[in-house]
């Protein structure tokens, strides 16, 4: 018996849809709050959906297949904010790199980010997983437990090629600023997650080309990689699935330690920060006592070990339970449907970037402490996940060196350092004042010899400008030019000509020039930074030149 036929309304939207492929399936969910009426027409290489909402809004979408669907073993499912449909291929093993036939993409349909496989490692298991996972998110809740997450999770996903086009991109290495050279592409559609909401970018490769960057423009994630591809070709995409996972711990983390301490202590966080090695929350309170700390640690891994699920939910702007969750507002180039992040019982929040399935999946969340923060609020620290354990590995290898040259046990090690400092800085003292006394009979011995001429030349190692100030002052400089330095032989160093205020100030530039420095003066001093002592000889040398020179004009 035929369906009855879907006409379409005069008056309707389409429902926003998000979809993943599978070896056998395809699977597309629309969005739809509280979903009612509900007609599909599925067909060979086409569907139909019609309904309404629970404002009787009412939707209805046209759908062209990239490929052939078997019609009798395809079927639709009603839930309460989704309808889902499952797609089985005319041609298993066959990728999808889009849903629909027309390459030009809808706006209304996306990439499933959070259910995207890749399934080319996946067992042939047939129809009755596949019915499983329309079901996932209702079998998490009731089972109070999330899915083990995947590294093959996001590995690779088939596109094309959009726009391709010369570009550079400004990024710092080690301190520097480099611009690199390179081209921005446009993609069908991206596995790729463009930095956002405090979260930097995913990285991973375009076919065999590394991405370097993905931004986001609008509703488009535009990547930049380094190599050119030719428009309209068919490319794989693979994400850094290490990279992907940490970030999807400390973001997830950040949203838990955030719902917690604003509902133990009702701290607010007004900012956060992925940090490469660390992150901060910062929350909007003077200061957090080391006890509440201590208690928020506690309820936070106490969640971990429960197994709480996290759930993804795509809303519609209009639909009334966006005003009930988190958020610090939408920004203006909004497009799409509302994402939400909903950590069962405890939190929903407007977000766009990736996070685990359960809360299990953090592993342990390590508050390391506090710090001032700006306009009288509070930065916290966080490690979540595997970089728990990293900094453990770190803090352990760290432990067994100093335990080597300390000579005492881990226990003993901050009461060894501070009475190594305490004999650091008396040694320190003495040598200062040994340098002292040694300046002052150098200058001393300088002035009683009768021979001294009126050039004196002196570079001490372990000097300092205190150490050239004493000699150069203890001397008479009227009549005799003094040059001074300290540092390394050949490396950099500190300098000082004092004398005569006209040969200062002519000899003072060429100085600057064998020594690579930089310096100022004024009556017959002039001091600065030496970025290279290997030419001090040719710089006392063509000071006694010059102070040779004069003595003979004198005569």
């Not at 996932?136 to 995947?150: C, H, L, R, T, V």
């Not at 008396?426 to 040598?431: E, F, H, R």
Request: contains cysteine.
């Amino acid at each position: 018996m035929n369906k009855p036929k879907i006409v379409r309304p005069e008056e309707c939207q389409p429902a926003n849809a998000v979809w993943f492929d599978r070896k056998k399936y395809v699977t597309v969910k629309f969005l739809v709050q509280r979903p009612k009426d509900v007609r599909v027409d599925i067909q060979i290489d086409k569907m139909i959906l019609c309904c309404k909402n629970d404002t009787d809004d009412v939707f209805y979408n046209e759908l062209h297949f990239y490929d052939k669907i078997e019609i009798n073993d395809s079927r639709e499912s009603v839930y309460d904010r989704t309808i889902h449909i499952l797609l089985r291929k005319v041609t298993p093993d066959h990728a999808w790199p889009r849903l629909q036939k027309d390459s030009s993409k809808p706006s209304w349909i996306s990439v499933d980010f959070d259910n995207w496989r890749d399934w080319e490692n996946e067992e042939n298991d047939g129809k009755e997983e596949s019915d499983r996972y329309l079901d996932m998110i209702q079998e998490m809740a009731s089972n109070n437990k999330g899915e083990a997450p995947d590294m093959g999770d996001l590995s690779d996903f088939v596109t094309s090629v959009v726009t391709c086009c010369p570009a550079e991109l400004k990024q710092e290495v080690n301190g520097k600023k480099e611009t690199l050279q390179g081209f921005t592409v446009k993609l069908q559609d991206t596995i790729l997650f463009p930095e956002g909401g405090g979260q930097p970018d995913d990285h991973g490769l375009i076919g065999d080309v590394p991405v370097l960057r993905v931004t986001r423009q609008g509703a488009e994630a535009v990547h930049f990689v380094s190599s050119s591809l030719e428009v309209g070709q068919e490319v794989q995409v693979k994400v850094d699935w290490e990279r992907r996972f940490d970030h999807m711990q400390q973001h997830s983390g950040q949203h838990l330690i955030t719902a917690l301490a604003d509902t133990m202590f009702g701290y607010k966080t007004t900012s956060w920060e992925l940090g490469r090695q660390r992150s901060t929350i910062e929350l909007d309170t003077p200061c957090v006592k080391a006890g509440q700390l201590q208690e928020l640690e506690e309820a936070i891994n106490e969640k971990i070990r429960a197994h709480v699920p996290v759930a993804v939910q795509l809303l519609s702007i209009d639909d009334p339970a966006v005003e009930k969750v988190r958020s610090r507002g939408l920004p203006e180039d909004h497009a799409g449907p509302v994402r939400i992040i909903d950590i069962e019982g405890i939190d929903a929040n407007m977000c766009c970037g990736t996070h685990v399935s359960n809360l299990s999946h953090l592993q342990v969340i390590k508050l390391l402490g506090t710090e001032k923060g700006k306009k009288n609020k509070t930065n916290l620290i966080f490690l979540a996940g595997n970089r728990v354990l990293k900094y453990a590995e770190k803090s352990y290898s760290t432990e067994r060196s100093l335990v080597s040259l300390l000579k005492t046990g881990p226990d003993e090690h901050v009461e060894a350092v501070d009475k190594l400092q305490k004999s650091v800085k008396l040694l320190q003292k003495t040598n200062l004042s040994l340098l002292r006394d040694m300046a002052v009979l150098i200058a001393q011995n300088f002035k009683s010899d009768p021979q001294r001429g009126n050039f004196f030349s002196l570079h001490k190692k372990e000097g300092d400008n205190e150490f050239m100030n004493i000699i150069a002052n203890e001397l008479n400089t009227e009549g005799t030019l003094v040059f001074l330095t300290v540092g390394e032989e050949k490396g950099p160093g500190l300098f000082l000509l004092v004398g005569p205020s006209g040969p200062v100030t002519e000899m003072a530039p060429r100085i600057l020039e064998l020594l690579q420095g930089k310096g100022a003066g004024k009556n017959g001093r002039f001091q600065g930074k030496a970025n290279s002592l290997a030419r001090r000889g040719e710089v006392e040398a063509l000071l006694k030149q010059h102070c040779k020179h004069g003595t003979s004009e004198e005569e």
